[in-house]
């Protein structure tokens, strides 16, 4: 059963109980709620300059109160909440109407607050077990579905799941309602079914073990940051608008959004991610988020683009600040026009390899949802090896004559590291983190995404101060520690000998204070970071052979493996038990293909 609480009672505690099993219209969750649009009493007595005399308190104003006049029954009802007494059947799962609740929840704001800012907080401990927007059923003998099971079609609840979520999301984002969720379990709770709710809305996904720990609370902490004006660094009910010079058309946009019916003769036919229109709605906004906005140049034969000329793009946003005022943005750019035949070197001089890398991993993402992961590679490798075959300076058919300018010389290792990534590889991660990871991805910035894409390594030793180093097997070595961020871990790994010494104790003699300073620089360049990171990224502290080691293990390149590791000329490293290919390898392959003939 799902309850609604009032909280204008004193003294008692009151609440509506509507069954979990049954989905109900925003028109029903009213009638039985008796509340109406928040209109005004048409025989209401009338002031001064005839405003009706607010006497009598709005019905809505039971459900939803400021907080200064509702903080202690909203205290006390909290205090008072307790799990489902009734027992749990061995072999069960205790019954979970997410769907129901949710399905309430739209509906009591649509009702109340419609088209203003808003936020619905889900907190889900387990999976929907019954009623509308169930993934599983109650029998424990039967697991929640796995990547294994959707790859051969054998998923029961999903795809009507999928519908009822996708069907509440697209409800709350023409409100302008925000939608988080933040799920704590260690079995999946159906985040690939509900992640629509957050994506389309601009809500935050958090994922983690448990409600109780410090990791959850710190990043729950950080939702209700304030700025230096002690305002919320939210924003709510944004439009994103984007206008363009006529040689310029909009295939779509891939982030947290919605596209509207906003129509304009500088849409394309082609389209990417959320496409037809010329805006966008984004119902929640915050200082680090993004949107990946897909331009196409049309060149028509009887209006030829100006050489020499420029092409402009403006981007006009509306939003509702924290502090209720509403503000517009308007970011206007522009670049001149090259002829890719003659001047090919003004196109390459403008290329940003790190803003590319993060687009093509959100287009593949975008692509991954429906596609297959092998044909999402294929797609990949395709992109990379025709961009190599524009911008590369080669002789046919001779790979070792391949060059790249600087402009490109570190794209081709970002693709490398995406293919391996968890965004695209789908095997020892549930479908309900691949679309934690791959949500995250869609919203965060440029750093942060590249982070995710290839993660940052740094290495500390007596040699000299910390540096950053290659993520590369060769760069493991037993006098050296090892700070890894990955964005969703930061990783401390100690090399062997390091170990060792840690183990022996070292650090608390007072004749090794510089080793004490070495253990300690990593720790406090670590806290630094989850500091700041929202969602708080997991600590993991481990050690050459420690279990944990393998969160690094499995990230760097594998340039000395199993197979290669008494060749000659190995400086040192730690080698991967992997069939991985090494970006060498790659790297190989892809001069191979691109100074082909036949490619």
Same mark, same amino acid.
């Given at each position: ?14 609440? !509506? ?20 649009? @928040? ?14 005399? $607010? ?28 799990? &489902? ?10 019954? =979970? ?51 294994? +099971?959707?790859?051969? &079609? ?10 009822? !979520? ?29 992640? /629509? ?38 924003? #709510? ?50 200082? *680090? ?12 034969? *009887? ?32 670049? *001149? ?5 003659? %001047? ?5 001089? @403008?290329?940003? $390899? ?39 300076? !080669? ?46 991805? %869609? ?58 010494? =840690?183990?022996?104790? /070292? $650090? +608390? ?24 990171? #929202?969602?708080?990224? =997991? ?17 760097? %390149? ?7 590791? !008494?060749?000659?000329?190995? &400086? ?28």
């Amino acid at each position: 059963m799902v309850q609604v609480h009032e909280l204008g009672c004193e003294g008692c505690s009151k609440s !509506y109980v509507f069954r979990g099993t049954k989905d109900l219209t925003a028109k029903q969750i009213q009638e039985m709620l008796g509340i109406g649009r @928040g209109t005004a009493q048409p025989h209401a007595p009338r002031g001064p300059q005839g405003v009706p005399q $607010q006497h009598h308190q709005l019905p809505s104003n039971r459900f939803l109160q400021p907080v200064h006049k509702c903080d202690m029954s909203l205290t006390d009802l909290l205090g008072e909440l307790q799990s &489902d007494p009734w027992p749990v059947v061995q072999g069960k799962r205790p019954q =979970r109407s997410i769907g129901a609740a949710m399905s309430v929840a739209v509906g009591l704001l649509e009702c109340t607050y419609p088209n203003t800012g808003a936020r619905i907080m889900t907190f889900i401990g387990g999976p929907c077990t019954q009623g509308p927007g169930m993934v599983v059923d109650d029998e424990l003998r039967h697991p929640i579905r796995s990547h294994h +099971d959707i790859e051969k &079609d054998s998923v029961k609840y999903m795809k009507k799941a999928m519908k009822h !979520y996708e069907g509440l999301a697209n409800r709350a984002s023409n409100n302008g309602h925000v939608i988080d969720i933040y799920s704590c379990a260690l079995d999946q709770t159906g985040l690939l079914e509900m992640k /629509y709710m957050s994506n389309y809305t601009g809500g935050h996904m958090v994922m983690g073990d448990s409600f109780n720990t410090s990791l959850f609370k710190q990043t729950f902490q950080r939702v209700f940051s304030k700025d230096q004006k002690g305002e919320f660094k939210m924003a #709510f009910g944004a439009t994103m608008e984007v206008k363009t010079s006529r040689e310029i058309k909009l295939s779509g946009a891939i982030g947290p959004c919605v596209g509207t019916a906003i129509k304009g003769s500088n849409i394309s036919e082609t389209e990417i991610g959320i496409g037809g229109t010329s805006a966008w709605k984004l119902c929640g906004l915050y200082p *680090n988020s993004t949107l990946t906005i897909f331009f196409e140049v049309v060149n028509q034969h *009887n209006a030829p683009i100006p050489q020499g000329g420029r092409g402009y793009v403006q981007f006009i946003t509306q939003y509702q600040h924290s502090s209720g005022q509403k503000r517009v943005r308007v970011t206007t750019c522009a670049r *001149n026009w090259a002829d890719a035949g003659i %001047n090919i070197q003004h196109i390459a001089a @403008g290329f940003d $390899q790190e803003a590319a890398a993060v687009l093509m991993a959100r287009m593949a993402v975008y692509r991954a949802e429906t596609d297959d992961g092998p044909d999402v590679l294929r797609w990949l490798d395709r992109m990379l090896i025709r961009l190599c075959q524009k911008f590369g300076d !080669y002789h046919k058919d001779d790979p070792n004559s391949f060059r790249f300018s600087e402009c490109f010389s570190l794209y081709p290792q970002f693709m490398f590291h995406l293919r391996r990534s968890q965004f695209l590889q789908v095997f020892n991660n549930s479908p309900d983190e691949t679309s934690y990871y791959r949500h995250m991805l %869609n919203r965060e910035d440029l750093t942060q995404s590249l982070i995710m894409i290839q993660p940052i390594l740094y290495a500390y030793s007596f040699n000299g101060p910390p540096e950053p180093v290659l993520l590369d097997t060769s760069s493991i070595q037993v006098d050296r520690i090892l700070l890894m961020d990955t964005f969703f871990q930061i990783v401390i790994y100690h090399g062997e000998t390091i170990d060792q010494w =840690r183990k022996q104790k /070292y $650090q +608390d003699l007072p004749e090794y204070e510089n080793f004490k300073q070495l253990l300690q620089a990593p720790l406090d360049d670590a806290q630094e970071i989850l500091q700041t990171r #929202f969602p708080m990224p =997991r600590y993991i502290d481990t050690e050459a052979g420690g279990s944990q080691a393998r969160f690094l293990l499995s990230r760097v %390149n594998p340039s000395q493996t199993h197979n290669n590791m !008494y060749a000659w000329g190995q &400086d040192g490293g730690a080698p991967v038990l992997t069939d991985d290919v090494s970006l060498q390898v790659f790297m190989e392959h892809l001069k191979k293909l691109a100074v082909s003939s036949s490619t």
